[in-house]
């Protein structure tokens, strides 16, 4: 949910200690590639599903005498969840709710496209991403082209099909 929601990558996940979440504010704060920090708001939904997780995960440590331990998520043996486990959980959880192999990058890539296909702006969704480069922005983006081309094809047909705007079109021409 946090990778689906945040957009935040699965190495930053994995690092999370319950000190970067801040449920009040609804935000939590990454340590990215390139030790870049970057701050993620997170829905209600997410916040809601964490205070529970919270709550077990103290259970969970106090019962192995664990009270100690950072990290955010915990693995069966109590300490930081490894990148090999989220990517098992992500593809159990996510083959049951899609019957496809989901990879936790995938969630990434799912959240940039579903923005991009929200707002159309690809300027906003490289931010969200924290990506330096557009380009590595535009390759998140999935089925986009189709969307514009039909978005296009609407536009263009509107005009068509509005004949004054059409004989307006052929007026002024000097041939």
């Not at 922005?137 to 004054?164: E, P, S, V």
Request: include cysteine; hydrophobic fraction near 35%.
């Amino acid at each position: 949910l946090m990778l689906l929601t945040t957009g935040m990558r699965t190495i930053a996940l994995q690092n999370l200690d319950v000190d970067d979440l801040d449920l009040e504010e609804g935000i939590v704060t990454v340590t990215d590639k390139e030790d870049k920090v970057n701050i993620h708001q997170m829905p209600d939904q997410t916040i809601t599903v964490l205070k529970k997780w919270l709550i077990k995960r103290e259970a969970l440590l106090k019962e192995a005498g664990k009270e100690d331990e950072t990290a955010l998520f915990i693995s069966n043996r109590k300490n930081r969840i490894s990148y090999e486990t989220i990517k098992q959980v992500v593809k159990k959880y996510c083959s049951t709710i899609t019957g496809k192999e989901i990879t936790p990058h995938k969630l990434r890539a799912t959240y940039g496209t579903m923005l991009y296909n929200k707002t159309h702006d690809i300027e906003f969704v490289r931010k969200q991403m924290n990506h330096s480069n557009i380009a590595t922005t535009q390759r998140y983006i999935r089925g986009n082209g189709k969307d514009d081309r039909q978005k296009a094809a609407n536009i263009m047909g509107d005009i068509i099909n509005n004949r004054r705007e059409l004989e307006n079109l052929f007026e002024d021409t000097d041939e």
